[in-house]
Nanobody, 123 residues
């Protein structure tokens, strides 16, 4: 499956952004989907994931209550709604697809990756 992420940008602290990741080339709905981020000089970090039907979601503690992952399998798209953004959320955000459905915080469990979209939060 090919993944294309978009929706990043520059926003002030406290603002919101919605990232989108469109999939093509395979059956999107069989994959669990995840969002990761990587800040300069840091390792890639798990942000959120959703199972193939959206029933199960998982978040890193620092974004719980602020970020929401969702998916629309009819549109082959997964979203990350980001509210109350903070400067420490600044990073390149990547979407990824995994065959495994749960316990997928480790990036090595993902088989397909999008190209990344930059999110910058100013203080």
């Amino acid at each position: 499956v090919q993944l294309q992420a978009c929706g990043g940008g520059l926003v002030q602290a406290g603002g919101s952004l919605r990232l989108s990741c469109a999939g093509s080339g395979s059956v999107f709905s069989v994959f669990a989907m995840g969002w990761f981020r990587q800040a300069p000089g840091k390792e890639r970090e798990f942000v959120a994931s959703t199972s193939r039907n959206g029933a199960n979601t998982d978040y890193i503690d620092s974004v719980k209550g602020r970020f929401t992952i969702s998916r629309d399998n009819a549109k082959n798209t997964v979203y990350l709604q980001m509210n109350d953004l903070r400067p420490e959320d600044t990073a390149v955000y990547y979407c990824a697809a995994a065959v495994r459905q749960v316990g997928i915080q480790n990036p090595s469990l993902y088989s397909y990756w999008g190209q990344g979209t930059q999110v910058t939060v100013s203080s």
